[in-house]
């Protein structure tokens, strides 16, 4: 460890001498660096740890960048596991001796610590004349006693037992919550309990059983279908051996990822494990809808924030309750609307180049429309439609609603060479049950282009284009 640490601290100090041209020393603490940053001193019974922080942008920053990379030393050689920022800061905070070396740094002041934990320190101060900045460089020699080194492993393998047992005893809890109560969100909080309790102990085997319980219940949940349309069920389950277990108070998030409209964006679970979600305005895409539902990561993840995670844990943990996720694919044929269907006409007739854009929009947005193509009654039109035999023939397809619709095209001549037209859309929308007119809606669109069909074709996909979602709006209701 000696022969590692010493080639680690000549590869610092050799980094520090290739500085920039532009990079001046501006001031030291010493005449030249301690011989100490490259060979810490040996001495019988003690530790000497070497803490270094370079380019810090103040000395306060550097002196604690310092502190904690040599208590980072000292942690390693008591036994402490030290597997990332997050561990060696939860070691600060709990540990009072280290603690006490920092209230010691702070009451002596910058640049001059000395005495008992602290040893030496030795500051450089630069300035960059490109960036108009200084900063700064610390060396720091602590020490420590074998005999206090010794007294604390003592301390920790102590503290170390009591939490495997308290451990055990979430475990246990946790075991007992699935088998006898059935709650598993509980258990589940059981296992991150244990779990955390032992990040200082990776490997143990309560260590390794609680992480195995954590996985159990991730692994095990299942996300099933109980009601579709505007209003969504789900069921979430957690199988635990051959049974399977309700899964309450959990938050289920949801989004429409095919198709456009409003969903309930977060609900819970009851205790049965039962989440509902709502949706509003619907569109399909090509007829179909995509909802995902999927439990929310924050909720599982918070509960591990003190425990310690490999990285290949953590990431196969995220992986895993991604995979969690449920698709729900909705027909617009099965969404629930009423059955419809679209009549336009023009001068010449059932114009179908606007009844195809209304009704693709209505089918986009899960009405069900059913085309008559056959033969409509002698004389039916926009504006003479009230016949039984007219009614008789849509209510035997199964309609509801109706829209009926005339489009017409005025010719206004050329203007610059272009051909002007003036285009309007008036539509009637029926309740075939009540047999009475629910809305009108009309619309007008003057266009120019370089043919007169060209311009009345445009003016006419305009306008079915215009009109179309507010009759979705309409027949949605």
């Not at 803490?51 to 990379?69: H, V």
């Not at 009451?107 to 008992?116: D, I, L, N, Q, R």
């Amino acid at each position: 460890m000696k022969k590692v640490l010493i080639f680690l601290l000549s590869f610092l100090f050799m980094a520090s001498l290739s500085l920039d041209a532009r990079t001046k020393l501006v001031s030291r603490s010493q005449k030249k660096k301690p011989a100490w940053i490259t060979i810490p001193p040996q001495e019988k019974g003690l530790y000497y740890f070497v803490g270094i922080s370079q380019n810090s942008a103040t000395l306060d920053k550097a002196m604690r960048g310092a502190i904690e990379e040599a208590l980072k030393q000292v942690l390693t050689v008591i036994g402490v596991f030290v597997g990332n920022k997050m561990q060696i800061d939860k070691q600060i905070e709990g540990d009072k001796t280290i603690t006490k070396m920092l209230d010691e740094y702070k009451e002596v002041g910058k640049g001059k610590v000395s005495g008992h934990r602290i040893k030496e320190i030795y500051t450089e101060e630069y300035f960059d004349d490109e960036k108009k900045e200084r900063f700064y460089d610390v060396y720091l020699l602590m020490k420590y006693s074998e005999a206090e080194i010794q007294k604390e492993r003592d301390r920790i393998a102590r503290e170390q037992a009591e939490n495997r047992k308290t451990a055990q005893g979430y475990i246990d809890t946790a075991q007992k919550n699935v088998r006898e109560l059935g709650l598993v969100w509980e258990s589940y909080k059981n296992y991150c309990q244990a779990f955390a309790l032992l990040a200082d102990q990776p490997g143990s085997p309560v260590y390794n059983e609680s992480l195995f319980g954590v996985k159990k219940v991730i692994n095990g949940i299942k996300i099933t279908e109980i009601a579709r349309g505007k209003n969504i069920a789900v069921r979430v389950d957690v199988t635990m051996g051959e049974k399977d277990y309700p899964l309450g108070d959990l938050k289920l998030k949801a989004e429409i990822v095919r198709g456009t409209g409003t969903i309930t964006a977060s609900v819970f679970t009851d205790k049965t494990g039962e989440g509902k979600f709502s949706i509003a305005k619907l569109k399909f895409d090509e007829g179909i809808a995509r909802v995902k539902i999927y439990p929310e990561e924050e909720q599982f993840l918070l509960p591990l924030e003190n425990a310690y995670f490999s990285r290949s844990d953590m990431d196969n943990l995220k992986k895993t309750l991604e995979e969690k996720a449920f698709l729900l694919n909705l027909k617009s044929a099965e969404f629930g609307y009423s059955v419809s269907c679209v009549f336009i006409w023009d001068e010449k007739g059932r114009d179908k180049q606007v009844e195809d854009i209304i009704s693709k929009e209505l089918v986009n947005s899960g009405i069900k429309v059913v085309s008559i193509a056959g033969s409509l009654p002698a004389g039916i039109t926009y504006g003479n439609f009230e016949s039984d035999e007219f009614y008789q023939l849509l209510e035997k397809e199964g309609v509801q609603r109706a829209v009926l619709g005339e489009v017409g095209v005025i010719d206004q001549g050329q203007v610059y060479s272009l051909h002007s037209v003036k285009g309007s859309l008036r539509l009637k929308i029926l309740d075939l049950k009540k047999r009475e007119v629910m809305n009108t809606l009309e619309e007008g669109k003057a266009h120019t282009q370089l043919n007169f069909e060209r311009a009345k074709s445009d003016v006419k996909e305009y306008l079915g284009k215009r009109m179309a979602p507010k009759i979705t709006e309409l027949l949605s209701l």
